[in-house]
C-alpha cells in the first residue's frame, strides 16, 4: 500500500475505534451496537480495491481485538473485518464512481449481517456461546438496521477523503508524463500520412545537400 494510503487508513481507524468505544459502546442500545469500525473498513475498501480492503480490515480488526475492553481472543475480529474488506472491495466501481447509493446500501447490510454471522461462526469454535444468549436473530436485526442509518454519515465522507488522498499531485504529474509518452509514440509510429511525407522531405533535402558539397569540393579540386 501507498504512504498516503497507510496513514490516512491507520488515522480513519484509529478514530473510528475511539468513537466507538468511548461513545457509541456506552449508549446501550438494544441488541448489537453500530458497529463505526466495519463502516469504515467498508468505505476504504470500496476505493482501495479488494487487497487494500482486505488489509485495511485486518489492521482494524487487530487493533480493536488488543483496545480495551476487549474480552474476546485476539485476532477473532482481525479475521472477520480482513474477510469482510476483500469482499467489499470486489463490488469496487470501475470507474471509482458511485451512480446511485443503492449499491453502498446494499453492501453495508450485507457486510453487517455477514459480520455478525461470521463473527458468531468463529466465537462458537471458540467456545464463546454469548450469541445464543443475547439471541443471533435480534442482533442480526439490530447489527444491520444500526449500521444502515449510520453508513450515509460514515461512508461518503470515508470515500472522499479515500479519493482525496488517491489524487497526488506526484501521481497526477508522473500520468499526464505518461500519457504524454504515448501520444507522441503513437504519433512516431507513422500512423498519419503527413508525418511519412516529412520524414520522406528531410531525407531528400539531406541527399541533396550532401550532393551540393560534393559538388562545391570537386570544383575546389579543379580550381
Known sequence: MRVNRILLSSALVVVALVIQ????????????VPD????????????????GGALVGFGAGLLADLAP?????????????????????????????LKS????????????????????GVGALVGDTAARHVGLGSLLFTAA???????????PGVMALARRAENDPLAE???AAKATDISSGWLSGGTGLKIGSQRNGLRVKAARA?????????????L
Open 69 to 97: 475492553p476487549a474480552d474476546h481472543a485476539a485476532g477473532r475480529y482481525a479475521l472477520v473485518l480482513c474477510v469482510i474488506g476483500y469482499l467489499a472491495g470486489l463490488v469496487k466501481p470501475e470507474t471509482g464512481q
Open 101 to 120: 447509493a443503492t449499491g453502498p446500501m446494499v453492501v453495508v447490510v450485507a457486510a453487517a449481517l455477514g459480520s455478525t454471522l461470521l463473527y458468531a
Open 173 to 175: 504529474t508522473g500520468s
Open 36 to 51: 463505526l469500525m466495519l463502516l469504515t473498513v467498508l468505505g476504504l475498501a470500496l476505493v482501495y480495491g479488494h487487497v
Open 21 to 32: 468505544v468511548s461513545v457509541l459502546a456506552r449508549l446501550h442500545l438494544p441488541g448489537a
Open 210 to 222: 550532401r550532393m551540393a558539397r560534393a559538388g562545391r569540393i570537386k570544383g575546389v579540386k579543379r
Open 145 to 155: 438496521l444500526y449500521d444502515l442509518l449510520l453508513a450515509p454519515f460514515v461512508v
